[in-house]
């Protein structure tokens, strides 16, 4: 057996020197997030690993950093090994004097937006400003409640259709504006960012890729996370401040009225951790686990594989617990979470069969029937918008549900 890789490494000689790419290091409680941000891949170290990038770093040999390590912690490391998961994560440019290809890096949104564009979405002011604007807003609601909106104000026109894409063009602009403050506070950390459409569940959204942001301090991790939730009350606030001023009963009082209701709609989804939202990963950031919903997700298939066999007589566990092999504080974190995960997927599905699925359905036929030469303009108009938003919807949720599926069958993922 040589010293060459499967993957077509060359061989690595005790003298040979690695060269690595721009590698972040961040500190994270007992352990060290190493990672590349170009290409959003990063792996968490002990401390013995992050010396020993440091020491490659510095351009030791494999059997100097070998050797430094040895006297440092009186312990032996394969650092001819190490050297060889770096390659395959992608961090190491050249072993010696031979290059190692590198893939290349996924494609970021907005790639002409740099970090010094967007430094001022990191400023220590930016959420002092965002919660004055909160408060003043709660100030005027407390003072005059009646300003606060309910359903009935989406319906600020008796036509249908225009209600629906009005409000259906709005709630996308709001979405769009929501993701690209993800999007923005994270390049302003270096982090490139990508928006695509995706699946929650039942729901179509549109999500935000910044991998790479554990790398960056917690105040920007945070930053990053919240932000878009923040656009929202942001948007909110200056909705409520300027109803304050606007004529009741006016068309623009209904238009801000409706306005204010979609920019808050999307904050009780927010709640929903079970679906990976913004406040997931605050909460897997604030618990200290590396991926909270792949942990709780394989702690229930053990538990419910643990109930069918003991409905089996002489039928034995199989599997460990996989939460076992975790930290304590990462355990209780993920039995805890794989409870709301249960509960909140259950309550979900059953919503939308129950009630999300039917009324589709119902609309669905109606606007069907409704399409005819009995039916007038007005109605045609009505029924083709609702079939075309809805219907449109309900599709475009099909071929992106399908598109992750076969992204994560590629990739060797469930």
């Not at 972040?24 to 997030?33: L, S």
């Not at 359903?151 to 249908?160: E, F, I, V």
Request: net charge positive; hydrophobic share 50%; glycine share 8%.
């Amino acid at each position: 057996m040589t010293d060459t890789a499967a993957e077509g490494l060359p061989r690595i000689e005790p003298s040979a020197r690695v060269l690595l790419h721009d590698l972040a290091v961040q500190r994270e409680r007992d352990e060290w997030i190493v990672g590349r941000i170009t290409t959003r891949t990063f792996v968490a170290m002990p401390a013995a690993g992050a010396r020993a990038v440091e020491l490659l770093g510095e351009g030791l040999s494999v059997a100097r950093t070998a050797e430094t390590l040895r006297d440092e912690t009186g312990e032996e490391f394969e650092i001819t090994e190490f050297v060889r998961d770096l390659a395959a994560l992608g961090f190491v440019a050249r072993i010696g004097e031979c290059p190692i290809p590198d893939a290349e890096p996924p494609r970021a949104s907005l790639p002409w937006l740099r970090p010094h564009h967007v430094r001022f979405a990191l400023h220590p002011v930016l959420p002092v400003f965002a919660g004055a604007l909160l408060a003043a807003a709660v100030v005027v609601l407390i003072r005059r409640p009646g300003l606060l909106p309910g359903y009935r104000d989406l319906l600020w026109s008796p036509h249908g259709s225009l209600v629906l894409l009005t409000g259906a063009a709005a709630g996308w602009a709001l979405v769009l504006a929501h993701e690209l403050a993800h999007l923005v506070t994270a390049r302003a950390a270096g982090v490139p960012g990508k928006m695509r459409l995706g699946t929650r569940l039942q729901f179509l959204v549109m999500q935000t890729d910044i991998s790479g942001i554990e790398l960056a301090p917690r105040r920007h991790r945070l930053t990053a996370y919240l932000a878009g939730i923040a656009l929202n009350l942001s948007v909110a606030s200056s909705l409520v401040l300027t109803l304050a001023l606007a004529s009741p009963g006016t068309t623009v009082r209904r238009l801000l009225s409706a306005a204010l209701l979609l920019a808050l709609m999307p904050l009780p989804f927010q709640l929903m951790v079970f679906m990976r939202t913004d406040l997931y990963f605050v909460v897997q950031d604030v618990t200290g686990c590396r991926n909270l919903y792949g942990d709780g997700l394989a702690y229930v298939r053990y538990v419910f594989r643990r109930a069918v066999r003991s409905l089996r007589p002489g039928r034995t566990t199989g599997t460990d617990d996989p939460s076992s092999r975790l930290p304590p504080h990462e355990r209780r974190a993920v039995r805890l979470y794989s409870a709301v995960l249960v509960a909140g997927t259950v309550a979900c599905l059953t919503f939308m069969a129950a009630v999300t699925l039917p009324v589709d359905v119902t609309l669905l036929i109606r606007a069907a029937r409704g399409l005819g030469p009995g039916h007038g303009l007005a109605g045609n108009t009505d029924s083709a918008a609702v079939l075309i938003t809805l219907g449109g919807v309900n599709v475009l949720w099909l071929v992106t549900r399908w598109r992750d599926r076969g992204s994560r069958r590629s990739a060797g993922l469930t």
